[in-house]
T-cell receptor, first 113, second 109 residues
Framework: DSGVTQTPKHLITATGQRVTLRCSPR?????VYWYQQSLDQGLQFLIQ???????AKGNILERFSAQQFPDLHSELNLSSLELGDSALYFC????????????FGQGTRLTVV | KNEVEQSPQNLTAQEGEFITINCSYS?????LHWLQQHPGGGIVSLFM???GKKKHGRLIATINIQEKHSSLHITASHPRDSAVYIC???????????FGAGTILRVKS
């Protein structure tokens, strides 16, 4: 158990809908990273938050947004969902801003139908 | 050309063999991670390196910053090592993470 909790584990939704994925980092970790893993694109970095502020941005679509709350949990919001958004979404946390080992959650499998 | 290249893409080994997976990157980095993803999908962070060598059990990771190259070695491989191994570069500026495509390892008993 990495100490990083993601909910829900599975999610099935229809195109055009909006979903929120949740991540609770390890106790004491300030950084949260979000990743998307799809069959055709592999693992991709989406966005990082550190202590409530956006720190780095990767290949995140405009339809997606994230935030990190004062209690350090993070949410990834995916809107106007398309079939191609079906993927595994992972969250990871680390203790510092960068250059530290990251611990991964088990992922949320999103299926858009 | 991808900024992070892994080789080989696929690797099949016999139990007990010594395995090497390579990662070359073209960007300036502040650290490099090796991840292991099991068939069920779960991801485990194996190592985070910024220089030299790290060892954990049967796993060894090395990095050569000048040559922009890292290797992951598995000694005395076992079928439970079968997984996808992913190299991830943390860019020096901007904190962006760049992923390799992964190496699919299958260890046969």
């Amino acid at each position: 158990d990495s100490g990083v909790t993601q909910t829900p584990k599975h999610l099935i939704t229809a195109t055009g809908q909006r979903v929120t994925l949740r991540c609770s980092p390890r106790s004491g970790d300030l950084s949260v990273y979000w990743y998307q893993q799809s069959l055709d694109q592999g693992l991709q970095f989406l966005i990082q938050y550190y202590n409530g502020e956006e720190r780095a941005k990767g290949n995140i679509l405009e339809r997606f947004s994230a935030q990190q709350f004062p209690d350090l949990h993070s949410e990834l919001n995916l809107s106007s969902l398309e079939l191609g958004d079906s993927a595994l979404y992972f969250c990871a946390s680390s203790s510092r801003d960068s250059n530290t080992e990251a611990f991964f959650g088990q992922g949320t499998r999103l299926t858009v139908v | 050309k991808n900024e992070v290249e892994q080789s080989p893409q696929n690797l099949t080994a016999q139990e007990g063999e010594f395995i090497t997976i390579n990662c070359s990157y073209s960007v300036g980095i502040s650290a490099l991670h090796w991840l292991q993803q099991h068939p069920g999908g779960g991801i485990v962070s194996l190592f985070m390196l910024s220089s030299g060598k790290k060892k954990h059990g049967r796993l060894i990771a090395t990095i050569n910053i000048q040559e922009k190259h890292s290797s992951l070695h598995i000694t005395a491989s076992h079928p439970r090592d079968s997984a996808v191994y992913i190299c991830v570069a943390l860019e020096e500026y901007g904190n962006k993470l760049v992923f390799g495509a992964g190496t699919i390892l299958r260890v046969k008993s």
